[in-house]
C-alpha cells in the first residue's frame, strides 16, 4: 500500500520545514501538521507567507509553494490523526524538570499524550513515525500504550530521527547526509520501513537511506548531537589553553583540522554551543548510562556540557575583568540572541547566559538581532528566574538599529555569527562609544587586524 495521507504532530523548529519538504516533493500525498498551539498555526496559515513562525531561509518559499496544494496546518488533531496512513511525532521533548531525572532525563509527557491520543482516535493500521529524538528504548512504551489502550488496530512504529540543522534546515532536507529508519524486523516492520523508504526515495537518492533496527536509529540521534557538542566543547577547552601560552586557536583549529582524520567542521572556537538540542541530548545520554550504572561513561559524555558552561561563563568574567573589573552602570551592546545565525531560535543560546551574569553585576545591556524581539529576550530571562521580570526589562534594552544599539557603549559583545554583522561600518561604530572600545568577539567573526587598526580593543575567542 502506497501512503497517500500523512499527519505530523508538533508545528515546531522540525515537524515544519520537514513536512514542507516531504510535500514539495511528493505533491501526490497529503500532509497536515497539526498543533495544539493555535498561536503557532495560525501563524503557518497566515495569508502573508513572510509570518510564517519559523524563520530559516528558503521555508517561505517552500511552504508558498506546497500549501494550499498538498500542504496544511491544522489545530483539529483528532481529525488528521483519524485521516492519515503515517503519523509523524516531531512533538518536543525538553529536559524533564522535576520528579526522577530532574534536570538530565527527557519528559516524554509530550509524546505519551500522542501516543494516547493515537490510540484513542486510531479506527484503522497505522505506521507511527519517532520524528523527535528520544531515548533509546522509547519505541517499546510508545508500541505499549498504542497495544494496550487502542482499538485493535496494528501500529508499526518506525524511528526516524531528524538531523537537520537549524539556520540551514530547507538545505539539509533536500540534500541530507543520510536519512535513518529503524523498525522491526518482522515482515509487518519492514514493509512499514519500505512504506517510508518509498516516500525519501521521492528526492534522496537509495544509498543515502539507512535502515537499522529501532533502538540504534533511537541511540544514533542522540550520539550524533553528542559527538558534535564535543567537538565544540573540545576545541573551546584548547581556546583557553591558546589564550595563556599564546597560542592561536584558528591556527591550531585549521592545522589539525587539515588532518583527514579530524575533518575541518565544528572546529571553530566561542562561547558556547546553545540550541534546544545539544545540552538536552547529551544529559539524556548521561542519564541513559546513569541509568545502566555505567558511571564512567556517563561522567565521560557529562564533560561537554561542563566544558560548555565554564565557556559561556568565562566570557562573562572576561568582559567583566577587562572592564576594570566592574560593569555597573556600564551599557554593554549585544550583537546577537540567537542561538546561531539564520534562525529566531534562542533555546539555550550563549547571549541569555552571559547577559545574565552581567545583569548580576548591574549592566545595561542594548541588544540587537536580526531576528529576535525584545518580547522573545525577556521570556528567556526571566526562564532563568535570576531576578524579577521588571529588573529584567530594566537591564535590558532592544534598539531596531545597530548604530543605536552601540551608541555610547563601553563594549560590544559578538553572541551569535549573523554575516550582516561583517558589513558594518566599524569605524562609526567605534566613533560612537565611549573610549577605549572594546569589542569581546564571542564567535571570532570579525577581521582583528581592521577593527584593531580603527581603535577597537579586540578580544577575540582562543588568540
Ligand atoms: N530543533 C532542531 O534543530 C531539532 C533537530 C533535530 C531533532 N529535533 C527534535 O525534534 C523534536 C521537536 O523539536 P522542535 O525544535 O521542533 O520543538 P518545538 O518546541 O519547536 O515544536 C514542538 C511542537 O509540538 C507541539 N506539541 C507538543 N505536544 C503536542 C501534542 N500533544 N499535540 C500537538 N502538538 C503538540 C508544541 O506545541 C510545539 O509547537 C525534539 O525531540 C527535538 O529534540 C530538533
Redesign the pocket.
Known sequence: MKITNICC???????GPTMAIIALKCPHIKVTV????EK?IAAWNDADVNNIPIYEPGLSAVVAEARGRNLFFSTD?DKAIDEADMIFI????PTKMYGVGKGMAADLK?IE??AR?IARVAKDDKIVVE????PVRTASAIKDILNHTGNGVQFQILSN??????GTAVEDLFAPDRVLIGGDSTLEGKKAIQQLVDIYTNWVSKDRILTTNVWSSELS?LTANAFLAQRVSSINALSELCEKTGADVNEVAKAIGMDSRIGSKFLKASVGFG???FQ??ILNLVYIAKSYGLDEVADYWEQVIIMNDHQKRRFAKNIIKTLYNTVSGKKIAFLGWAFKKDTN?TRESAAIYVANDLLSEQANISVYDPKVSFDQIQMDLNYLETRSPEENANGVQVVASVYETCKNSHAIAVLTEWDEFKTYDWQKIYDSMLKPAFLFDGRNLLNKSELERIGFVYKAIGS
Open positions: 504532530i508538533g508545528a515546531g523548529y522540525v515537524g497539526v498543533d495544539l498551539n503557532r488533531v516531531s512533538v518536543n521533548t509530550y499524550l500522542c491520543q520524528k523527535s529524538t528520544l530521527p531528524e538531523f537537520l540543522a537549524e540521534k540550541g534546544s538540542c538536552k541530548d531560535d
